[in-house]
Each structure stands twice: as C-alpha cells, then as structure tokens.
T-cell receptor, first 116, second 113 residues
Framework: AQKITQTQPGMFVQEKEAVTLDCTYD???????LFWYKQPSSGEMIFLIY??????QNATEGRYSLNFQKARKSANLVISASQLGDSAMYFC?????????????FGKGTKLSVKP | EAQVTQNPRYLITVTGKKLTVTCSQN?????MSWYRQDPGLGLRQIYY???????DKGDVPEGYKVSRKEKRNFPLILESPSPNQTSLYFC????????????FGQGTRLTVV
C-alpha cells in the first residue's frame, strides 16, 4: 500500500494567488515526520518545510505553511502569494519513528505551474 | 561546505556494462538512501542504509547493489545495466531521526542504450 499519496499530478495557479498541494499518508506509528521538497526544472531537491507528528501547531516557513490534520492523515502544503519561481515539482515525504525509524519515503509528486 | 556529492552527473552506457555511481557525504550522517525518479512515478527508493554495514532494500532494488563500508560513502552498483534502468538517480543522507530533513546530491542522469 502506498504510504504517501499525492493525488494531483499537475496544478495551475495564477501568480499572486494561494495554492494548496494535497498529501495524505499512511502509518501506524505515533512518531513520524512529514516533509515537503521542491524540485525546480534544474533538478535539485530543495527542502521546504517539516511537520512533526507531535507538533500541535502547523509549521510555517515564509510563504509556505503545512496544513496538518492528524486525524485525517493529511499534510497539505499551502503556498501563499504564488510567484513564477514557484513553478516546480513538489514532493511530500514521510519518516517513521518506529520499526523502520528514519527511512524516508516519497509520494509521486505534483507539478505546479504558476501563470503570469 | 556540508554537501552530498554524486558522480557522475551524466552517464550514457551500453547494456550489460557494469557501472558504479558514487555518493559521498561530509556531514557524518548515519542514514543514506538511493532513489530513482521517473516521470509520473515520483521518487522510488532503491536501497537505504541506517549505518555502516547495514543496508536494506527499498521498493525497487532489482538490478542494483549497494555497499556501506564507510559512513561517508554509499555507492550504487549496476552489475548489468538494462535500458529500463535509464532514469534520474538521487542519493540522500541525513541523521537518523524522524524530525530531520534529508540532504540530496545533485542527481545522476543515466541512459542505458
């Protein structure tokens, strides 16, 4: 079974608008971490934001925030005030804290295109 | 500078010719992992290592070998490459904790003809 599901293969957003990229996860561990990475067309993987399973508040990093809904097992990335440079692939990932502690698993990604 | 270094960045090879993609990190990370990226399939894990001499299969290990003789190095070996191993490969490393992000190499674009 897939542990990380990203249901949006591609999305478009108008410049300066906000956009939400969906991510759901599956784990039986109580301790885990959720991550988002950005991959621009140049190919490098850039870490954006982290959310811990025990964190009570949603993580924020500049224009990025993570909408964490633990009961629904979702960790959606919200990008506010989209910029043309936000056009990229975005990957959601999870690390579990139990038996496979620390192993990092990724979803299939969402390709975001920002329109001027 | 803290980094994960992969070599080569680009490689074109022929079917059956053994090759090694090197990965080295200078951050004293316990965890290292190899992924392949294919369109529509995301990042699929090939092998990972929790520490020296400890390696485990990921989701797509067939056709690949790894070794972890030293903490800093985690080479990916293709003993007999085939065209279906044409892909973009990433090495990553991190501390072995659920709350730490992984650092990635620049990627290796491999073409097997």
């Amino acid at each position: 079974a897939q542990k990380i599901t990203q249901t949006q293969p591609g999305m478009f957003v108008q410049e300066k608008e906000a956009v939400t990229l969906d991510c759901t996860y599956d784990t039986s561990d109580q301790s885990y971490g959720l991550f988002w990475y950005k991959q621009p067309s140049s190919g490098e993987m850039i870490f954006l934001i982290y959310q811990g399973s025990y964190d009570e508040q949603n993580a924020t990093e500049g224009r990025y925030s993570l909408n964490f809904q633990k009961a629904r097992k979702s960790a959606n990335l919200v990008i506010s005030a989209s910029q043309l440079g936000d056009s990229a692939m975005y990957f959601c990932a999870m690390r579990e804290g139990g038996g496979s502690q620390g192993n990092l698993i990724f979803g299939k990604g969402t390709k975001l295109s920002v329109k001027p | 500078e803290a980094q994960v270094t992969q070599n080569p960045r680009y490689l074109i090879t022929v079917t059956g010719k053994k090759l090694t993609v090197t990965c080295s990190q200078n951050m004293n990370h316990e965890y290292m992992s190899w992924y392949r990226q294919d369109p529509g399939l995301g990042l699929r894990q090939i092998y990972y290592s929790m520490n020296v001499e400890v390696t485990d299969k990921g989701d797509v290990p067939e056709g690949y070998k790894v070794s972890r003789k030293e903490k800093r190095n985690f080479p990916l070996i293709l003993e007999s490459p085939s065209p279906n191993q044409t892909s973009l490969y990433f090495c990553a490393s991190s501390f072995l904790r659920a709350d730490t992000e992984a650092f990635f190499g620049q990627g290796t674009r491999l073409t097997v003809v």
